[in-house]
């Protein structure tokens, strides 16, 4: 292997299969995989949940994670939210020439550690290269297939007085990679709660059934973006206290400084989940047994009183309505 | 819906939504896409086929197709390669800021016009957009699912003996966009071969059984790197007879200006095909069904005489060693 990605990387040819075989095979060996044909073949007699995502975090490497291990969390936990058990996932490289390829390899170790992890393996994959300037270091694309293991979930499950849970602190992972970028103006001991969600997403879906109505993973554009997707169809409203909202004071500093809100920016190892008000007790012990939910909460509830609308409470008993994200707060936090 | 891509329209709020509901759901409409929710559920009751590809191709028009077209077919193609029958695609769209709407537009209608003629849906996807400068337009990647329809397909299949088929004339796609990029060097009436191949390579498994031992359509260093991963394990050679090989006039005249082999050129739109030497003519018949495989021809054999070396051989009886592709011959040219 050379020191720098070039283009020949990219071509199809030799070097293409340099990299595949010393690099990225060794590192993500199974029998789907080694088969290197155009497609894996997989066995699947169940209902499937099927998913993509692709990932221009800037800078590649952030503090509590990278693009890698972004990549597998961000599929794994997409599927995961829709009552899935991840399973298999693909994996497309899109690499700017010039990538050193120490970083490549750094990349793909987190791509292996975070499917060792999540209990899923990568089964196929593609990488291409683009010219120096044509794109930004690396970009990654990871499909994922998974078995459906809930039943049905969607916002059109919600029902008034539904109680809204967060598994833990907000705003973690957007924070960090701001503050990446933003070494010179601000220093904080802060790392991204990038994580896969896959196991307490299973637990939540297998011990509540038909009390648990949706999850989902609060990613672009934050808490306050997923919650307003939760009401969409205008049925209900949801009201969330601002003092039980997990928020940790690294990221309210830096938020602060920065001109962020925690409230919309995004989590990776986080989730919201509307239960039953009956099952919240339960939905709070369930996520609390795992070692990303411990800061799990509950923080609001399913309203008639505005529908459509998500009002944010403060402490002094006023509230304001917080309208999904406009505009791009955050440009490539995942 | 404005005229160019902003970063806003990745921020995961508004402007995303816009882009996804006015522009993309009106054109891939399913039921599956429709819930919008982070993974698609969908069923499958079988051996699933899983393949993924990203797409890079530069200029994103080129005569005979675009970005879209080529990611609906590449992954399509590469499901069918491996014996599926597709019938699920995710799409990632990585998008530059400054992108023409119009451009998108037309674009996400390739996409559709190849997906319906293929038989596929889409039913997941992604959004982002990246500053200008750190991309090129649009990246895009296709991931599919198809359920496995053939007995095993793969080069561990290969014979002595065995006859080598392509489904039409080689080089075609690599030679347009090469065309398309050098336009003040070079004219002439040139189409990419770009198509889907699911109906053809169906066609193929389910009538020849087990006298077919594997396919792959040669994209990315095109027939003589496809050739030689047929016999990479090193049991057997091919040996391929030049006379036969169908290459356009067009195609020749244009790789003689440009300075390249079409050997070696990309097709999107032909398959190579490895059968046993009694089913070649039966091979041939059902690949002349079909529009995409009026051209087909035998082109060679699977010989014991120079095990994992790739001979071409000339109309004056003279041969050539056709190693893999070394270096990029033509960047992006998918």
Do not use: W
């Not at 503090?63 to 991840?86: Q, R, Y």
Request: charged share 25%; hydrophobic share 40%.
């Amino acid at each position: 292997m050379d020191n720098f990605i070039t283009l020949d990387y990219g071509s199809g040819g030799k070097k293409t299969s340099a990299l595949i075989s010393d690099m990225i095979l060794p590192l993500l060996k199974n029998e789907a995989l080694e088969e290197l044909g155009d497609g894996a073949v997989i066995d699947g007699a169940e209902r499937l949940v099927y998913s993509t995502d692709s990932f221009v975090v800037s800078p590649y490497f952030f503090p509590g994670g990278d693009i890698g291990k972004l990549s597998v969390c961000g599929t794994v936990n997409d599927i995961s939210m829709a009552g899935g058990e991840p399973k298999f996932l693909s994996l497309g490289l899109i690499i700017e020439e010039g990538l050193p390829v120490a970083d490549l390899q750094r990349i793909i170790d987190s791509i292996r550690a975070a499917a060792d992890r999540a209990g899923v393996k990568v089964v196929t994959g593609d990488t291409k290269v683009v010219e120096r300037g044509r794109g930004d270091g690396i970009y990654i694309n990871t499909s994922g297939i998974g078995f459906l293991r809930t039943p049905r979930l969607s916002p059109r499950m919600i029902r008034e007085g539904d109680a809204v849970l967060v598994s833990g602190t907000v705003g973690d992972h957007g924070t960090a990679v701001m503050l990446a970028r933003n070494e010179h103006l601000v220093q904080a001991d802060l790392d991204s709660d990038c994580a896969p969600l896959n196991e307490m997403a299973l637990a939540l879906g297998k011990q509540l059934g038909a009390d648990l109505r949706v999850m989902r993973d609060p990613t672009r554009g934050g808490i306050a973006t997923t919650l307003n997707e939760f009401i969409e169809d205008g049925r209900y409203g949801i009201e969330i206290m601002e003092k039980d909202i997990p928020v940790l004071p690294a990221v309210n500093m830096v938020s602060e400084i920065l001109g962020l809100d925690p409230y919309y920016t995004a989590c990776e190892g986080r989730m919201l989940a509307v239960v039953d008000a009956k099952a919240k007790d339960r939905a709070l012990e369930i996520l609390h047994g795992f070692a990303d939910g411990t800061g799990a909460a509950v923080i609001g509830e399913v309203t008639g009183a505005h529908p459509g609308k998500l009002v944010i409470r403060t402490p002094m008993g006023g509230g304001r309505i917080a309208a999904k994200l406009s505009g791009a707060q955050l440009p490539r936090i995942c």
